[in-house]
């Protein structure tokens, strides 16, 4: 017979305990009376605030209450009451617990609480801060100020296996602020450090699952090469292999990880070898939420062990690297513009400028703005802004490209006097160059950005520019399409992509240029550049029809360009490059 299904909206409070692996670890048997203790003064709590306990696992408790504000007076109730409970006791040994509260529609049978409300309400535990209390948008509205309590905006949150970003809020009152511990002890474990500026990742050992154990120095070479690697992007803040490494041999949770560490990612992985193959797995986790940004599985031959590790190593690097720099876009989004950190705004900055349209262009300049306003030591917000600058006078035609030029150059240099180790900073002053003209000091900053993060696809991108520029445009062209390949959806990607049309074109195959002009438009339907080289490329294979339809389409897309950069000569075209592509032009009815 099928079990009676209830629906109806609740309150949902989700109690865990912090760090309940290390606590059980250190003492078995204190902790679990620890653990019952506490339960039966959160029993208690629930019942006195007419709530009921819905479930309890392990260290987790599961509660629903009749009104939304019994039940945040009772997450506050039992916070204060961890306190008291446990003041007597060093902090390494005081059970805490993070709540998460949550009001939604639900299913109920036998007691047992389903449903999406039930889950967010988990995640926003998961989100809570020790002794903390975490909240959703409904709470904090339905609330309103019946409860006397501080509620702080932490924006909006994408959260593990629910479509929509949930807005939430971190709640504190009176009594639930930890006392000052001037008496700790030494044995006391250090204060997890804050979170870097940037994305910071941390790359745990790799674990051995093969019977073999000469495959564990495999396994640590793998980690070790990584973290190697991603320690050149200057984007990243990466954590020290001997503090990674202090993790080896453990059962770890990722979410105590990310907080030991004070990483916002961590990576994870595994290697079992069968025979002559070895097979590695990654994982990209974000420590805070437990969602998976990214994950890979590798199999190979082990004809050449170091080969396959070079290759391995190389492949997981270039592929983590655009994944948390995607997340860190997402994450930038959901936050609104006015509670945005340096980091943040030159996020919101990069974003807009990969929209790739001259509107969002113009937003991308007041976000990298911001970012400088915020900290004018953060080197991204100059070089976000000189590129920003750059995009909008020589795509989009909304500024004067020799006075953009002169503020370009200044704010690249800028940021490369900032940090001169800087990468991206490099490129971008590469960039900046190369619109000048000066193909020998741009050529000298792309590589110089490459000696410091060999990876990096925008040092790629502006070496090939350069190259296809400067008359070499079969080698530029192996750069720009690694550059491609290792990012491809890098928000400054709008100019590769049309440089690869510009470079197949002076290579004199137009067939090849037709190809990538199509898959330019595919992806960037009204870019302002890409149908004059359509245009010229369908003359030279004398398909006059498609030619005069593309040239039409230049001249509809972008008149002013058209005329920039066709009735006059812009500095980084060669002459004799200049007139190759007017020839083009005029076999597809251009009468200038």
Not at 264 to 272: D, I, K
Request: proline letters at 4%.
């Amino acid at each position: 017979m099928a079990k009676h299904v209830e629906r109806r909206l609740t309150t949902i409070l989700a109690a865990d305990v912090v760090g309940y692996s290390r606590l059980m670890q250190q003492d078995e048997d204190g902790t679990m009376r620890g653990l019952t203790a506490c339960r039966a003064i959160v029993e208690a709590l629930v019942a006195e605030h007419r709530g009921r306990i819905a479930n309890t696992a392990g260290d987790a408790v599961l509660a629903e209450f009749p009104s939304v504000a019994s039940g945040l007076v009772c997450a506050i109730a039992v916070q204060r009451a961890m306190l008291k409970q446990w003041e007597d006791f060093p902090p390494h040994r005081r059970i805490q617990f993070r709540i998460g509260l949550h009001v939604g529609d639900v299913m109920t049978r036998d007691g047992d609480l389903f449903g999406d409300a039930v889950n967010i309400a988990a995640r926003l535990e998961a989100l809570a801060e020790p002794g903390g209390i975490c909240v959703s948008a409904a709470v904090r509205e339905h609330v309103g100020s019946r409860v006397s309590a501080t509620f702080r905006d932490a924006g909006l949150q994408q959260v593990k296996n629910i479509a929509d970003p949930v807005q939430i809020f971190h709640v504190t009152a009176r009594g639930m602020e930890r006392p000052a511990e001037a008496s700790e002890t030494a044995s006391a474990p250090p204060t997890a450090p804050a979170l870097p500026d940037k994305p910071s990742v941390a790359v745990l050992p790799f674990a051995n699952m093969s019977s073999d154990p000469e495959q564990e120095f495999f396994a640590d070479g793998v980690a070790e090469d990584i973290i190697t690697a991603l320690s050149r992007y200057p984007s990243l803040f990466v954590i020290a292999r001997n503090s990674c490494f202090t993790y080896k041999g453990r059962a770890v949770d990722v979410k105590q990880v990310g907080r030991e560490l004070g990483v916002r990612y961590v990576l994870e992985g595994s290697l079992r070898k069968s025979g002559s193959r070895v097979r590695v797995t990654a994982q990209l986790i974000e420590a805070a939420t437990g969602n998976h940004v990214w994950a890979e599985r590798y199999d190979r031959d082990l004809a050449d062990i170091f080969a396959v590790q070079d290759e391995i190593t190389t492949e997981v690097t270039i592929a983590i690297a655009p994944a948390i720099a995607g997340a860190e876009l997402q994450r930038a989004m959901r936050r609104p513009p006015g509670s945005l950190d340096a980091w943040g705004a030159y996020q919101r900055g990069l974003w807009h400028l990969g929209k790739f349209n001259a509107d969002d262009t113009a937003l991308a300049q007041n976000f990298f703005q911001q970012a400088i306003d915020l900290d004018a030591r953060f080197a991204g917000g100059y070089s976000g802004l000189a590129a920003a600058q750059i995009q909008a006078a020589n795509t989009f035609m909304a500024r004067d490209i020799a006075e953009t030029l002169n503020s370009a150059e200044a704010l690249a240099r800028q940021a490369v006097a900032l940090d001169a180790a800087d990468a991206e900073a490099r490129a971008c002053l590469g960039r900046v160059l190369l619109s000048r003209g000066d193909y020998e000091g741009a050529r000298v900053e792309a590589e110089r950005a490459l000696t410091i993060s060999p990876n990096l696809a925008i040092a790629h991108g502006v070496l090939g520019g350069t190259l296809i520029f400067s008359g070499r445009p079969q080698e530029g062209l192996v750069f720009l399409e690694r550059g491609i390949r290792l990012d491809p959806r890098d928000p400054r990607a709008g100019v590769s992509v049309n440089q690869v049309v510009i470079g197949r074109y002076y290579c004199r195959d137009y067939e090849g240029a037709v190809e990538a002009a199509s898959r330019v438009i595919r992806s960037y339907p009204n870019h302002p550049l890409v149908y004059r080289w359509l245009a010229a490329s369908l003359g030279q294979l004398g398909r006059t029809a498609e030619a005069k339809a593309a040239l039409d389409r230049a001249l509809a897309t972008a008149p002013e360009a058209f005329d920039i950069y066709v009735r006059r000569r812009v500095p980084w075209h060669r002459a004799e490059d200049h007139a190759h592509m007017l020839d083009g032009l005029r076999k597809a009815g251009w009468q200038g």
